[in-house]
């Protein structure tokens, strides 16, 4: 009886170490591959990514041509800011001084000849005079405060609304100081090369250039951004009409 209790017992033994080894290694084979998730690695602290900016302590998105737009488009924007602008077209320059608030933007354009330029863009109209004219020019607006319409103040809406297919290079890089979003655009119609840099600590277009035949045709920088900038703007027309008071929607 002894001898019986003893076998069943070795025999339990046995079936539980075969169930325990089955559970380790025999399970996988019929669940299939475990599915895996692949993090990036984060660069050291200090070292340069594409365009030999500093990658700092963060992982930062990978940017290529074909996602460089949707990187730029989730970043973080100030709403209410105020900058100097400063244009080159052909070797003469122009300086505006440019006030943002909400939808609303600002910008009076000093040309080289010394004539200001008053812009207004907002509720989907434009207005414009010049100097101290009493009466201002108005017309609906084509978008949104891209281009300052027409005084070649680009905005980062306008990297946006590039066409995908004619991006030619994208990265991440420095411009003037400033870390940026590099993109780099090949415009085969009027055969020249745009390069727009974005500001990663803001959002904002920092530069752009035009280079055809080898030369820098066109090119923009902007001034560090203040905030709150829109206290100092004034979005009344000469003849005194409000258009828009800073802080209100």
Same mark, same amino acid.
């Given at each position: 009886?002894?001898?019986?209790?003893?076998?069943?017992?070795?025999?339990?033994?046995?079936?539980?170490?075969? *169930?325990?080894?089955?559970?380790?290694?025999?399970? !996988?084979?019929?669940?299939?591959?475990? !599915?895996?998730?692949?993090?990036?690695?984060?660069?050291?602290?200090? &070292?340069?990514?594409?365009?030999?900016?500093?990658?700092?302590?963060?992982?930062?998105?990978? *940017?290529?041509?074909?996602? +460089?737009?949707?990187?730029?488009?989730?970043?973080?924007?100030? =709403?209410?800011?105020?900058?100097?602008? $400063?244009?080159?077209? &052909?070797?003469?320059?122009?300086?505006?001084?440019? %006030?943002?608030?909400?939808?609303?933007?600002?910008?009076?354009?000093?040309? #080289?000849?010394?004539?200001?330029?008053?812009?207004?863009?907002?509720? @989907?109209? +434009?207005?414009? %005079?010049?100097?101290?004219?009493?009466?201002?020019?108005?017309?609906?607006?084509? @978008?949104?405060? *891209?281009?300052?319409?027409?005084?070649?103040? !680009?905005?980062?809406? =306008?990297?946006?609304? /590039?066409?995908?297919?004619?991006?030619?290079?994208? @990265?991440?890089?420095?411009?003037?100081?400033?870390?940026?979003?590099?993109?780099?655009? %090949?415009? &085969?119609? /009027?055969?020249?090369?745009?390069?727009?840099?974005?500001? &990663?600590?803001?959002?904002? /277009? $920092?530069?752009?250039?035009?280079?055809?035949?080898?030369?820098? +045709? %066109?090119?923009?920088?902007?001034? #560090?951004?203040? $905030?709150?900038? @829109?206290?100092?703007?004034?979005?009344? /027309?000469?003849?005194? $009409? +409000?258009?828009?008071? *800073?802080?209100?929607?």
């Amino acid at each position: 009886m002894e001898r019986r209790n003893r076998n069943i017992l070795v025999i339990l033994i046995a079936v539980v170490i075969t *169930v325990a080894v089955f559970a380790s290694f025999g399970l !996988p084979l019929f669940a299939g591959p475990t !599915p895996t998730i692949t993090l990036p690695t984060p660069a050291p602290t200090g &070292e340069e990514g594409p365009g030999g900016s500093s990658q700092g302590a963060g992982v930062r998105v990978e *940017v290529t041509a074909d996602t +460089v737009q949707s990187v730029i488009a989730a970043m973080d924007r100030l =709403e209410s800011y105020s900058r100097t602008v $400063t244009t080159t077209l &052909e070797g003469v320059s122009a300086t505006a001084q440019v %006030w943002v608030d909400g939808d609303w933007t600002r910008a009076d354009m000093t040309l #080289a000849s010394g004539l200001v330029v008053h812009t207004i863009v907002g509720d @989907g109209r +434009v207005w414009r %005079w010049y100097g101290n004219e009493r009466n201002a020019l108005s017309w609906p607006a084509t @978008g949104s405060s *891209v281009d300052v319409e027409g005084q070649r103040i !680009p905005t980062y809406e =306008e990297v946006l609304a /590039l066409p995908t297919g004619s991006i030619t290079a994208a @990265g991440y890089g420095e411009k003037n100081g400033v870390a940026c979003v590099y993109v780099e655009v %090949w415009v &085969e119609e /009027l055969d020249q090369v745009e390069r727009y840099w974005v500001s &990663e600590a803001n959002g904002l /277009l $920092t530069a752009a250039e035009t280079e055809a035949g080898g030369e820098i +045709v %066109w090119s923009m920088t902007a001034g #560090a951004a203040e $905030t709150p900038g @829109g206290e100092a703007a004034s979005f009344t /027309l000469p003849d005194g $009409t +409000v258009l828009h008071t *800073v802080g209100e929607e």
